[in-house]
């Protein structure tokens, strides 16, 4: 009976594996592209076979991970069958006895290439301490600077895992969720991905902060009759222009995403009522004539001009110069009868494939072979050729690597012209130091200022949009530490500190010699340990950073350092004066410092990782609270162990969190509020509005009378009428905070009321 049934499961996934590659099959065939559905049957039976008996968390056979990732690949953004095949091997490497030569001399080199890059390393380039993702990150880049398809079936991959993400535990969510909003939705966004670059952040928001997303989203349906109504009442008389002028066109509602609103709502410091961009409209034309499609934009936003009058600031050209990622349309902000501001986006339908799909859907406008990519794509190219002299001259540090690529994940950018009038393409916020290291390393780091349109500026000047930039050079310059300060490209930065670390070592190696001849002279053995005391004695968390202080003078090496090595700088030696019959002078505070240490809790060897850990009054004072983000109870938090085994306590949405998501999510973990309104913590909330008699009296009588809270600090400042400010209080919770704000809506004229996070 029990083979029956397991036989009956066996056929029902039999069925919905053949299903599922079915319809990646039929979604291939009616694409553009070369008709190998062989070599792609080829790849699903070997991948079925390899993964065979294997399932997912939620129970599905582990074969409907690939097949999904290569239906993403085909059917979302476009790739073809070399793509496809290696979406559908991209986990036999990782996960099975197979290996990549195996791959090669199956399906070739540039399949095998592919599957390659997708498959995650152990070990490394950035040593023990150093991240595993970092890590397997770095190696993307490496192969998806010779094969720009390796990072975009990550991405797939990465979409389909944060799909399906309620499976996992909760310290693996936020690790992933964290690890999606840091790079892959960046990524996603550089490759013009917008489609799946939203959906990205929208899964990632849905799990990092689930009650916010809950009620962002019930705002929004709860509006949208609203917005339709705005919506149709908006473009009917566009309509009728366009009929008249014989266009081919179709017109879209563009809703705000959840994750867009939260994030302007954080931002701006604005509730959800306050946002008013949340409908735009895209319209979407076919060209009668392909090469006039530009001219086609300009003759629409003159049309639709002459309905409604347009905002003269907010006119947003992407048509002559397209972004980096190659986006094209033309935005313009009009005033709706309802005296509302609504942007428009005019673009082609080819425009907006490209908005889309990104790079991929150029292919399906070219006329060469199969999967030709990137080839005249010159800003991508660029973007490339920066990648890879990044990683030429590898980061020693994760997080630091982590953070020089992201830099490089822009979304803004401007256009500046060089002195004989060409054009390039720099993010928005850089500085004229970053202009010269784009052009040339030589010339960035002889760069003594700069001529921006004719004018003498310094290095850190920043450029706009449109600026003619020369840049003045003088051999004598050398690179400063302090640029690292004001450039803001990751080009910039990589090469300021590959240069600087250039130069450190011969100062590191002086500062080796100088400890290695004390060490000596004092009849100690130059030792690493011995090394690493006497850092830890001077606090340099690195060995590197004490060397480089000794060779720059900066620590000089004398009697306490011998005293040190040889144990004496101990408490109990130094009470064994006259102090340890007065055992209380000048103690308590170490007593207290020791006590404190030993409060905290250190995480043993088996400690089971995916259960979460709950913080009630008794135990709070085990972890510790970090002052990046200031968590209290309530708050969307996590924990994560530190290289002392001690677990520091952050916010979900604090910066420093994001990183270590990205760079440490095995030592990420959930956690879970089981507080009793006993214990106080602090709260700020910032407030503005109408100055009027009594108002100050109004504010504190509903936070001190009525919600019974102690205020500990108010700073308010008026001018003309105007008054704005902060309260700091002393709460139990976060939801203390929420309750206090409900409240002070009800006063009269007291108009914005947000919390500082």
């Given at each position: 009976m029990a083979e029956e049934k397991q036989l009956t499961q066996e056929e029902k996934d039999d069925q919905m594996i053949n299903e599922a590659f079915q319809q990646l099959l039929n979604d291939y065939i009616s694409s553009r592209h070369r008709k190998k559905v062989d070599l792609i049957t080829k790849a699903f039976n070997f991948a079925r076979q390899a993964h065979r008996g294997v399932r997912r968390l939620s129970g599905e056979p582990y074969i409907m991970h690939p097949i999904a990732v290569a239906q993403i690949a085909c059917s979302e953004v476009g790739l073809g069958s070399t793509s496809i095949c290696a979406a559908l091997l991209h986990d036999v490497v990782e996960d099975t006895d197979y290996t990549v030569e195996d791959i090669q001399n199956i399906f070739g080199a540039k399949i095998a290439q592919i599957v390659d890059g997708l498959t995650k390393i152990s070990g490394g380039i950035f040593g023990e301490q150093a991240s595993a993702q970092a890590e397997n990150f770095k190696k993307l880049l490496l192969t998806m600077s010779d094969d720009i398809r390796v990072i975009i079936i990550k991405i797939c991959d990465r979409l389909h895992n944060m799909r399906t993400l309620e499976s996992q535990p909760a310290n693996k969510q936020y690790k992933i969720a964290g690890e999606t909003l840091y790079i892959y939705a960046p990524l996603a966004n550089r490759l013009g991905l917008n489609k799946i670059k939203s959906e990205l952040e929208n899964l990632s928001f849905r799990f990092e902060h689930p009650d916010e997303y809950a009620s962002i989203e019930s705002k929004l349906k709860l509006t949208s009759e609203e917005r339709d109504e705005l919506f149709s009442q908006f473009t009917s008389p566009i309509e009728d222009a366009l009929k008249q002028m014989g266009i081919k066109y179709e017109i879209k509602e563009r809703v705000k995403t959840p994750y867009s609103i939260w994030n302007k709502m954080q931002n701006k410091h604005v509730s959800f009522e306050e946002i008013y961009d949340i409908l735009a409209v895209r319209i979407i034309f076919t060209p009668n004539n392909r090469n006039e499609e530009v001219n086609e934009c300009f003759n629409i936003y003159v049309a639709i001009s002459k309905i409604y009058k347009s905002h003269p600031d907010r006119l947003r050209d992407w048509l002559s110069q397209p972004k980096a990622n190659g986006y094209q349309a033309l935005h313009v902000t009009l005033m709706s009868k309802q005296g509302q501001w609504i942007e428009v986006q005019i673009r082609s339908d080819r425009m907006d494939e490209i908005a889309e799909q990104g790079f991929a859907a150029h292919w399906k406008y070219k006329d060469g072979i199969e999967e030709e990519y990137t080839e005249d794509?010159?800003?991508?190219?660029?973007?490339?050729?920066?990648?890879?002299?990044?990683?030429?001259?590898?980061?020693?540090?994760?997080?630091?690597?982590?953070?020089?690529?992201?830099?490089?994940?822009?979304?803004?950018?401007?256009?500046?012209?060089?002195?004989?009038?060409?054009?390039?393409?720099?993010?928005?916020?850089?500085?004229?130091?970053?202009?010269?290291?784009?052009?040339?390393?030589?010339?960035?780091?002889?760069?003594?200022?700069?001529?921006?349109?004719?004018?003498?500026?310094?290095?850190?000047?920043?450029?706009?949009?449109?600026d003619q930039v020369e840049i003045l050079t003088s051999k004598s310059q050398h690179v400063n530490a302090g640029w690292i300060n004001f450039v803001s490209t990751a080009k910039a930065k990589a090469k300021i500190q590959a240069i600087l670390r250039r130069d450190n070592r011969e100062i590191q190696h002086e500062g080796e010699e100088i400890l290695n001849g004390f060490l000596k002279k004092n009849g100690f053995e130059p030792t690493t340990a011995m090394a690493d005391k006497l850092a830890e004695f001077?606090?340099?968390?690195?060995?590197?950073?004490?060397?480089?202080?000794?060779?720059?003078?900066?620590?000089?090496?004398?009697?306490?350092?011998?005293?040190?090595?040889?144990?004496?700088?101990?408490?109990?030696?130094?009470?064994?004066?006259?102090?340890?019959?007065?055992?209380?002078?000048?103690?308590?505070?170490?007593?207290k410092d020791e006590s404190s240490k030993q409060e905290l809790f250190v995480v043993p060897d088996k400690f089971n990782r995916k259960k979460p850990i709950y913080i009630n009054e008794e135990n709070i004072k085990q972890y510790k609270f970090m002052g990046c983000c200031h968590p209290i109870p309530g708050d969307d938090a996590l924990g994560y162990i530190n290289n002392k085994n001690q677990i520091e306590i952050h916010k979900r949405a604090c910066p420093v969190?994001?990183?270590?998501?990205?760079?440490?999510?095995?030592?990420?973990?959930?956690?879970?509020?089981?507080?009793?309104?006993?214990?106080?913590?602090?709260?700020?909330?910032?407030?503005?509005?109408?100055?009027?008699?009594?108002?100050?009296?109004?504010?504190?009588?509903?936070?001190?009378?009525?919600?019974?809270?102690?205020?500990?600090?108010?700073?308010?400042?008026?001018?003309?009428?105007?008054?704005?400010?902060?309260?700091?209080?002393?709460?139990?919770?976060?939801?203390?905070?929420?309750?206090?704000?409900?409240?002070?809506?009800?006063?009269?004229?007291?108009?914005?009321?947000?919390?500082?996070?």
């Open positions: 794509e010159n800003e991508l190219n660029e973007w490339l050729r920066t990648i890879k002299e990044i990683l030429d001259d590898p980061q020693p540090d994760a997080m630091d690597f982590l953070d020089t690529i992201k830099l490089n994940l822009f979304a803004s950018e401007i256009f500046v012209f060089t002195p004989k009038g060409e054009i390039r393409t720099l993010p928005a916020g850089c500085t004229a130091l970053d202009f010269a290291f784009s052009i040339h390393t030589f010339l960035g780091s002889h760069c003594i200022g700069a001529k921006v349109n004719h004018k003498l500026v310094p290095l850190s000047y920043k450029l706009q949009s449109g001077h606090e340099y968390s690195k060995r590197v950073e004490f060397f480089q202080a000794l060779g720059e003078k900066i620590v000089l090496l004398g009697e306490k350092d011998v005293d040190e090595l040889n144990g004496k700088n101990k408490i109990d030696d130094v009470n064994k004066g006259w102090r340890k019959f007065i055992p209380f002078v000048g103690s308590d505070k170490k007593k969190a994001a990183k270590l998501k990205t760079s440490y999510g095995n030592r990420i973990i959930d956690i879970k509020w089981d507080m009793h309104k006993k214990l106080y913590f602090d709260a700020t909330i910032r407030i503005s509005g109408i100055d009027r008699m009594g108002m100050l009296n109004d504010i504190t009588q509903v936070i001190s009378s009525q919600m019974s809270v102690n205020i500990h600090k108010i700073l308010i400042t008026c001018e003309e009428g105007i008054f704005e400010g902060t309260i700091e209080m002393r709460v139990h919770d976060r939801e203390n905070v929420r309750a206090i704000i409900d409240n002070l809506k009800i006063i009269q004229d007291l108009k914005e009321i947000s919390e500082i996070m």
